[in-house]
């Protein structure tokens, strides 16, 4: 049974910082490429950042770059978001996502960045 389990959200202030978690069990994030979501109200979704399975290949979304970054953790198969300089554009829910042959989700966490 796969499960992404997110950890590590909350409010922040903007200009703060906040590490999210996302710990995946019944797969391995070295099969698996890893990605974070995001999904702000009234919004679709949209990715935020990518760590590939071999952990080579990363991506940030443009409107995150130099603030986000995407790290992994595999002994501990758990795949980090970063998140610095915190705006309230950042307020969502962020979501865990595994994906090789099938794709996986987690619950989501909720961040709020307001003062």
């Known amino acids: 049974q796969v499960e992404l389990v997110e950890s590590g959200g909350g409010l922040a202030q903007p200009g703060g910082s906040l590490r999210l978690s996302c710990v995946a069990s019944?797969?391995?994030?070295?099969?698996?490429?890893m990605s974070w979501y995001r999904q702000a109200p009234g919004k679709e979704r949209e990715a935020v950042a990518y760590?590939?399975?071999?952990?080579?290949?990363?991506y940030i979304r443009d409107s995150v770059k130099g603030r986000f970054t995407i790290s992994r953790d595999t002994a501990k198969n758990t795949v980090y978001l970063q998140m610095n300089s915190l705006t309230p554009e950042d307020t969502a829910v962020y979501f865990c996502?595994?994906?090789?042959?099938?794709?996986?989700w987690g619950q989501g966490i909720q961040v709020t960045v307001s003062s």
């Open positions: 760590i590939s399975n071999y952990g080579d290949i990363t």
């Open positions: 019944g797969l391995s994030i070295t099969t698996y490429s």
């Open positions: 996502n595994a994906r090789y042959s099938e794709a996986y």
